[in-house]
């Protein structure tokens, strides 16, 4: 992991995307609920527990909040097709597939499923189609059509304070995406202990979750999220994605939630 600004580790605050689909075939026997366990406590949970049952969902498939051609002309519909229609879609099919062999994984939240997956840096086979569905979700929300521009009030503010001012956090993103090596993600998040928003690069599927950092914007930074409307132009992609497509109303929403579990107390930058 590289990182922008500060470090901690602090409870994070996502989404659960866990999503019932056709047909949950599969029934199994389970303990009661072990979320909160560690991945051995909750394998021997529910190898000494099984009197309960309960029927298995499958991990669905989420679609993006906006039509797949609704980012043209600054992410095509082609892109949309193959990138979530088949990249995305490939990760979903096969984590299943990897979970119908693993009962003890069944019954998770997907934040759940990457912390336990993850295993302390130790990944089990899972965790890499775990994340990369997750991350996706979470990268679909950060766009919306007519995105760019600046984000509003509390989270600008949080912004200069961290940052200097909005211009010197939008210089350092694109400079962590083009100078980051290889597949992997660019996040801006809220660190909870040090309290204040950081950038953060993470590699292949890793997301900010395993560190408990919260996630406030990300950016796909795999080949395959820019190749068909910029062929290896990373560059184009990234300021492409800040001036026209990052979604501000989606981070200030996260940044709200997260607000929750973050007391950023009053801002210091005062309101214009
Ligand atoms: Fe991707």
Partial sequence: ??????????????????????????????????????????????????????????YGLKTPPYKL???????????????WGAHHRGYVDALNKQLAKNDVLYGCTMDEL?????NNGNPLPEFNNAAQVWNHDFFWESMQPGGGEMPTLGLLQQIDKDFGSFANFKEKFIEQALTSFGSGWLWLVLKREKKCLAIVKTSNAINPLVWNDIPIISLDLWEHAYYLDHKNDRAKYVNTFMNHLV??????????????????????IPVA
């Fill in 1 to 58: 992991m590289n990182l922008v600004s500060c470090s901690s580790n602090y409870s994070p605050l996502s989404s659960n995307f866990l999503v019932p689909t056709t047909p949950p075939s599969k029934i199994l026997k389970s303990s009661n609920r072990v979320s909160h366990l560690g991945w051995g406590e909750r394998r021997d949970n529910l190898c000494n527990n099984r009197r309960a049952s309960k029927t298995v969902a499958y």
């Fill in 247 to 268: 979604s501000w109303n989606a981070a200030a929403a996260r940044m709200a939630r997260a607000q929750a579990f973050v007391n950023l107390g009053e801002p210091k």
């Fill in 69 to 83: 051609d609704a980012l043209e002309p600054h992410m095509s519909r082609k892109t949309l097709e193959v990138h």
């Fill in 114 to 118: 990457i912390r336990l997956t993850y």
